[in-house]
């Protein structure tokens, strides 16, 4: 199963693995817009403004998710990069081990602090019983989310990137379907959006294991392999705890965006919770070369080979840059189209055009330190991807953002750029973090041992 990323084309390399990341990623997000879609051709208002922010709070939990899994990721590919296949098996062990005992606490904590939790997003009164509905069953499903971006970071730090795509597309097929059932045919509205993620989710992590079981897929690992390693679970916990943080302060900095929102009335909350749909299909490209240069750099650090893992850091950034600037501009032109395939309310569309034509400047900027942050946590230096996207939200992305919405109340516009005005500020912190390891070369072999 494992798959060697240390040889050939770094260009070719990079979009061979990327792409069914990037698929991958798709699919993820297609569950959200699934159900965003549907319940907007089914229901009102209310029931999209419930789905979109129990939605942008369950992105956050899996982001976070995701974050503290690239510390798998990372050791797994390491290890893979060396030729150390036992010491593979024992981090896939250990991930298991770290994971599932880890959800459940996570779950029981989040059922009981529902309400607190939808009460903290401001949510228009119109859309708390939804919203209480939506949160509810998803909390129930977080141990399936985690068993899935668990096992699929084991399957990207081996360097297989295409069988998580494959178990999520057949889940995303599900999700469609059991939304129409569960919203259109019953009408149970945001709850049944909810059921259908759920279940989905469910079935893919069913899936997952039967296949791995079937095929042997990950043939080297015995039972002592599960047995919690202070050694292992130490490197993937240096690497993921900070990823898990940032991406946490990230998303709840875009949650206090969407506060700000929530609390200037109903059709600039749908609106803002649309947008976000959207630019969570643009950020696809990003996030999927975040991963893969995560992935990729392991196996390269792994295998001291330094100038290769720049190279593929470079490769990144041409290929996020030239995606952002071409989605940017398409979308000076098509903001209003692309929210009004989520609502009908002609207010809701023209607010979601103006916020889209600020924050899509975003896919620039974000993709440039996404790349950068993936380079620095193949070196185990994930710290550095904490300070600058800290310095992000407290320096930028906040205060920005609060100030727009109270000087600028007719227009989202301004609010908008508060996201590449942060993203930029990234930029410059992880550009001079990235020539001070230049020129301290025996810092690059940090953690890689």
């Known amino acids: 199963m494992e798959g060697n990323l240390t040889t050939g084309s770094v260009f070719r390399t990079i979009l061979y693995f990327s792409l069914p990341y990037l698929f991958s990623y798709f699919l993820q997000t297609l569950y959200g817009m699934a159900d965003l879609f549907i319940i907007g051709q089914f229901n009102g208002v209310g029931s999209i403004t419930a789905v979109s922010i129990g939605s942008q709070v369950m992105h956050m939990l899996t982001v976070m998710i995701v974050g503290l899994a690239m510390g798998s990721t990372v050791k797994i590919g390491r290890a893979v990069g060396a030729g150390k296949k036992r010491q593979a098996a024992q981090a896939t062990g250990n991930t298991a081990a770290l994971f599932m005992p880890l959800s ?71 999700n469609i379907a059991l939304d129409y059932l569960f919203i259109g045919i019953l009408g149970l509205g945001a709850a049944g959006a909810a059921l259908g993620t759920t279940l989905s989710q469910t079935f893919s992590v069913l899936l997952s294991f039967l296949v791995i079981k ?48 929530n609390r200037r009335g109903l059709s600039d909350a749908a609106a803002v919770g649309i947008v976000e749909k959207l630019i ?35 490769y990144a950034v041409m290929v996020t840059v030239f995606f952002g600037m071409a989605a940017a501009a398409a979308m000076q032109f098509a903001a209003e189209a692309s929210v009004g395939l989520f609502a009908n309310d002609s207010e809701v569309v023209m607010l979601g055009g103006q916020y889209m034509r600020g924050y899509v400047w975003d896919c620039v900027f974000a993709g440039i330190h996404f790349c950068f942050s993936g380079y620095f946590c193949a070196y185990g230096l994930s710290g550095i991807s904490f300070a600058h996207n800290m310095a992000s939200i407290i320096f930028a992305r906040i205060p920005l953002a609060y100030l727009a919405s109270k000087y600028f109340i007719s227009s989202l516009f301004p609010m908008g750029l508060a996201a590449p005005a942060g993203s930029a500020l990234s930029v410059i912190i992880c550009a001079a973090a990235f020539f001070w390891m230049q020129h301290h070369p025996e810092k690059l072999k940090l953690d890689v041992e």
Not at 114 to 143: D, H, K, N, Q, W
Not at 237 to 249: E, I, N, S, T
Not at 296 to 309: F, P
Request: glycine content about 6%; overall charge positive; proline content about 5%.
């Open 104 to 174: 459940v606490v996570l779950m029981a904590v989040l059922l009981i602090a529902v309400r607190p939790v939808v009460s903290v997003m401001s949510t228009p009164a119109e859309a708390v019983s939804e919203t209480v509905s939506y949160l509810t069953i998803c909390f129930i499903g977080i141990p399936f989310i985690t068993a899935y971006n668990m096992i699929s970071s084991v399957f990207r730090g081996m360097g297989d990137s295409k069988s998580p795509m494959y178990f999520i597309a057949a889940a995303c097929v599900f």
């Open 214 to 261: 079937k095929k042997k897929m990950i043939p080297d690992i015995c039972r002592d392999d599960f047995r919690p390693r202070r050694d292992m679970l130490g490197g993937i916990l240096k690497v993921g705890v900070p990823v898990a943080v940032q991406d946490g302060f990230i998303q709840i900095a875009f949650i206090v965006v969407t506060v700000f929102a």
């Open 280 to 314: 969570g299909i643009l950020f696809l490209v990003p996030s999927s070369m975040l991963s893969s240069v995560s992935a990729l750099c392991a196996q390269n650090i792994g295998a001291g080979k330094h100038s290769r893992a720049r190279e593929t850091l470079k």
